[in-house]
């Protein structure tokens, strides 16, 4: 409940609150409107007030309020609605959603002709037509930090982050369809990472599924391929303009000549250039790549990255760059192979949190003397016992954060619910720690198996855990601590875990998962995910075995799971 006991001081405080940050909601909603999804921080709204949680959303049309819940939100419905913010596109459907972690985000749905919103698929603007009840809110995060970091400091673990990653020297050496490249160029060298700089910062940003032929296109030999690049258009006016300035290629001027302008024919000397820029590449540049599947995220990572690197004041060009002869004074100035997004606002801790997670969970991250396992997920449950253990020292991973957006959102909307059922109790005033961390019964109590469980999560294993409160979590997950039991919660989540889990399988490319479960959990937990499933769920037999079964499974279950984890 609100620490204010009437809704005429709540109405008040809210008003004056969201009035103060017309700007920022005028900046999300524009950007909501050009790639669905907007936010804003709004964690300063925890000053007004006392309750378990700040969840809520508003619906508006132009200046038309269709839906809010709760007291804040529907104050904020009150402002946008008056200031009309949204007016300027009468037929979009805006969705104002708050939640816990501080955050107000804004999503887009455009009606069709028969009134319905969306396109066909489910993007990040789509919400359920039919309203249900709703429910309680999901249990809190850690609240993002959207402060800018220093670009000295921020560019350093960029760079430290990036180490983990192999370098390649060829497209068809990576192993997913989405995500960003980081170029580095021999000679380069930078304090922040011994194998030198980054160089160059890419993406493939309007269209999904595309890094290896994005990066194809800067590999090509052929006549004409620097149409298709401008890193080619770059290198390839850097070697000219070193060699001789007066060449043709490049008249009248910088920027002017058919070699330097997207889609201007190229002349017979220019099949020569196309092939000393293959050659460059070949022989000089190396890239590595970090998996981002969503589209937005990546668009906002890539322009904050680069702002950051561009504005580092260690990371400088060598005297010998060839980057020191191209025609864009940015490149130049920046010592990158870039010149959109150059002086543009830079990283936030909570950018630079997410790219760290962005870069664990990355396929090929690379552990010194270990085999990866970043193509197997294991399956395993929760205990009851949560006394806590030892912090292996994780970086924080968000389960929601590496679902796509239906899946993100049934687990959302299944922990809200989960967590209203009577008798099942979240401690929020409990500190958040990994869910490694917190469980202490089995199987996490057989010998061993913490320690296996942690070595296998640090050379890439996808460790997810089912839980009668969370639903499913990763084993690096930051929780709080919690009674809940699956018997309790099994009809919020059986129809939940499976297509969540299945999106994780899609997303993450995982070739193999391993479940070690007992029955009760295994009733919830899909098979056949990848068609090389190893599902390993002890029974209790009365004729058999010694001793209560809510003892003899649990430490069964924790002998299997030590077994599996020796193996890996």
């Known amino acids: 409940m609100f620490a204010d006991s009437t809704p005429e001081i709540m109405s008040s405080k809210y008003d004056s609150f969201w009035h103060e940050r017309l700007p920022g909601l005028r900046q999300a909603i524009e950007h909501a409107t050009s790639s669905h999804q907007g936010e804003i921080a709004v964690s300063e709204i925890r000053d007004l007030g006392k309750r378990r949680s700040w969840y809520g959303t508003a619906v508006l049309r132009g200046s038309s309020v269709l839906s809010s819940s709760m007291a804040h939100m529907t104050s904020l419905a009150k402002c946008v609605a008056s200031t009309d913010l949204c007016s300027a596109w009468p037929e979009t459907t805006f969705k104002f959603n708050c939640r816990p972690e501080g955050t107000l985000l804004v999503v887009t749905a455009v009606p069709d002709r028969a009134g319905r919103s969306g396109s066909g698929q489910q993007a990040a603007g789509d919400w359920p037509r039919r309203r249900v009840v709703e429910p309680a809110p999901p249990p809190p995060r850690p609240p993002s930090v959207d402060t800018p970091v220093d670009p000295t400091l921020a560019c350093g673990e960029i760079h430290a982050l990036l180490q983990d990653l192999p370098v390649l020297n060829a497209p068809s050496e990576v192993q997913f369809d989405d995500g960003l490249y980081f170029f580095y160029e021999i000679g380069e060298t930078s304090p922040h990472d011994q194998q030198g700089r980054v160089v160059r910062i890419g993406n493939h940003p309007r269209v999904q599924h595309r890094l290896v032929a994005r990066l194809g296109e800067h590999y090509r030999s052929h006549d004409g391929a620097k149409n298709g690049s401008v890193f080619r258009r770059y290198i390839g006016g850097a070697l000219l303009r070193r060699l001789d300035s007066t060449s043709p290629c490049l008249a009248p001027g910088p920027g002017e000549g058919h070699w330097e302008r997207q889609d201007e024919h190229a002349c017979s000397r220019c099949s020569t250039t196309e092939s000393a820029i293959s050659d460059v590449l070949d022989k000089t540049f190396g890239f590595r790549c970090v998996q981002i599947v969503d589209q937005n995220e990546r668009n906002r990572l890539e322009a904050r990255i680069i702002a950051t690197v561009a504005a580092c004041t260690l990371c400088q060009p060598s005297g010998t760059w060839l ?37 664990r969970s990355s396929p090929g991250r690379s552990v010194v003397g270990a085999d990866r396992l970043d193509k197997i997920m294991l399956l395993i449950p929760c205990s009851a016992a949560k006394a806590g253990a030892e912090d292996p020292g994780f970086q924080p991973v ?18 809200g619910l989960a967590f209203a059922r009577p008798g099942v109790d979240l401690e929020t005033g409990s500190p958040l720690r990994p869910a490694i961390a917190y469980y202490t019964g089995q199987p996490y109590a057989t010998t061993g198996v913490r320690g296996l469980l942690t070595q296998a999560i640090d050379r890439g294993l996808h460790c997810l855990i089912i839980s009668g409160g969370y639903g499913v979590l990763r084993a690096e997950e930051p929780i709080h601590r919690y009674k809940a039991h699956l018997n309790q919660t099994r009809s919020v989540w059986s129809r939940r875990i499976a297509p969540i889990r299945r999106d994780y399988v899609h997303t993450h490319q995982i070739k193999q998962t391993i479940t070690v ?40 279950v924790g002998a299997q799971l030590a077994e599996v984890l020796a193996q890996l």
């Open 323 to 359: 980057g020191s002869h191209a025609y864009p004074p940015l490149v130049r100035s920046s010592g990158l192979w870039n010149r959109q997004h150059v002086g543009g606002p830079v990283a936030t801790r909570s950018d630079l949190d997410r790219l760290a997670t962005l870069v």
């Open 398 to 415: 968000h389960l929601v954060d590496l679902l796509g957006t239906t899946a993100g959102n049934l687990l959302d909307e299944g922990r």
């Open 517 to 556: 479960v007992s029955q009760a959990y295994a009733s919830v937990v899909p098979s056949n995910l990848t068609g090389d499933d190893l599902r390993l769920v002890p029974r209790y037999s009365r004729q058999v075995d010694h001793g209560a079964p809510l003892r003899v499974i649990p430490e069964r």
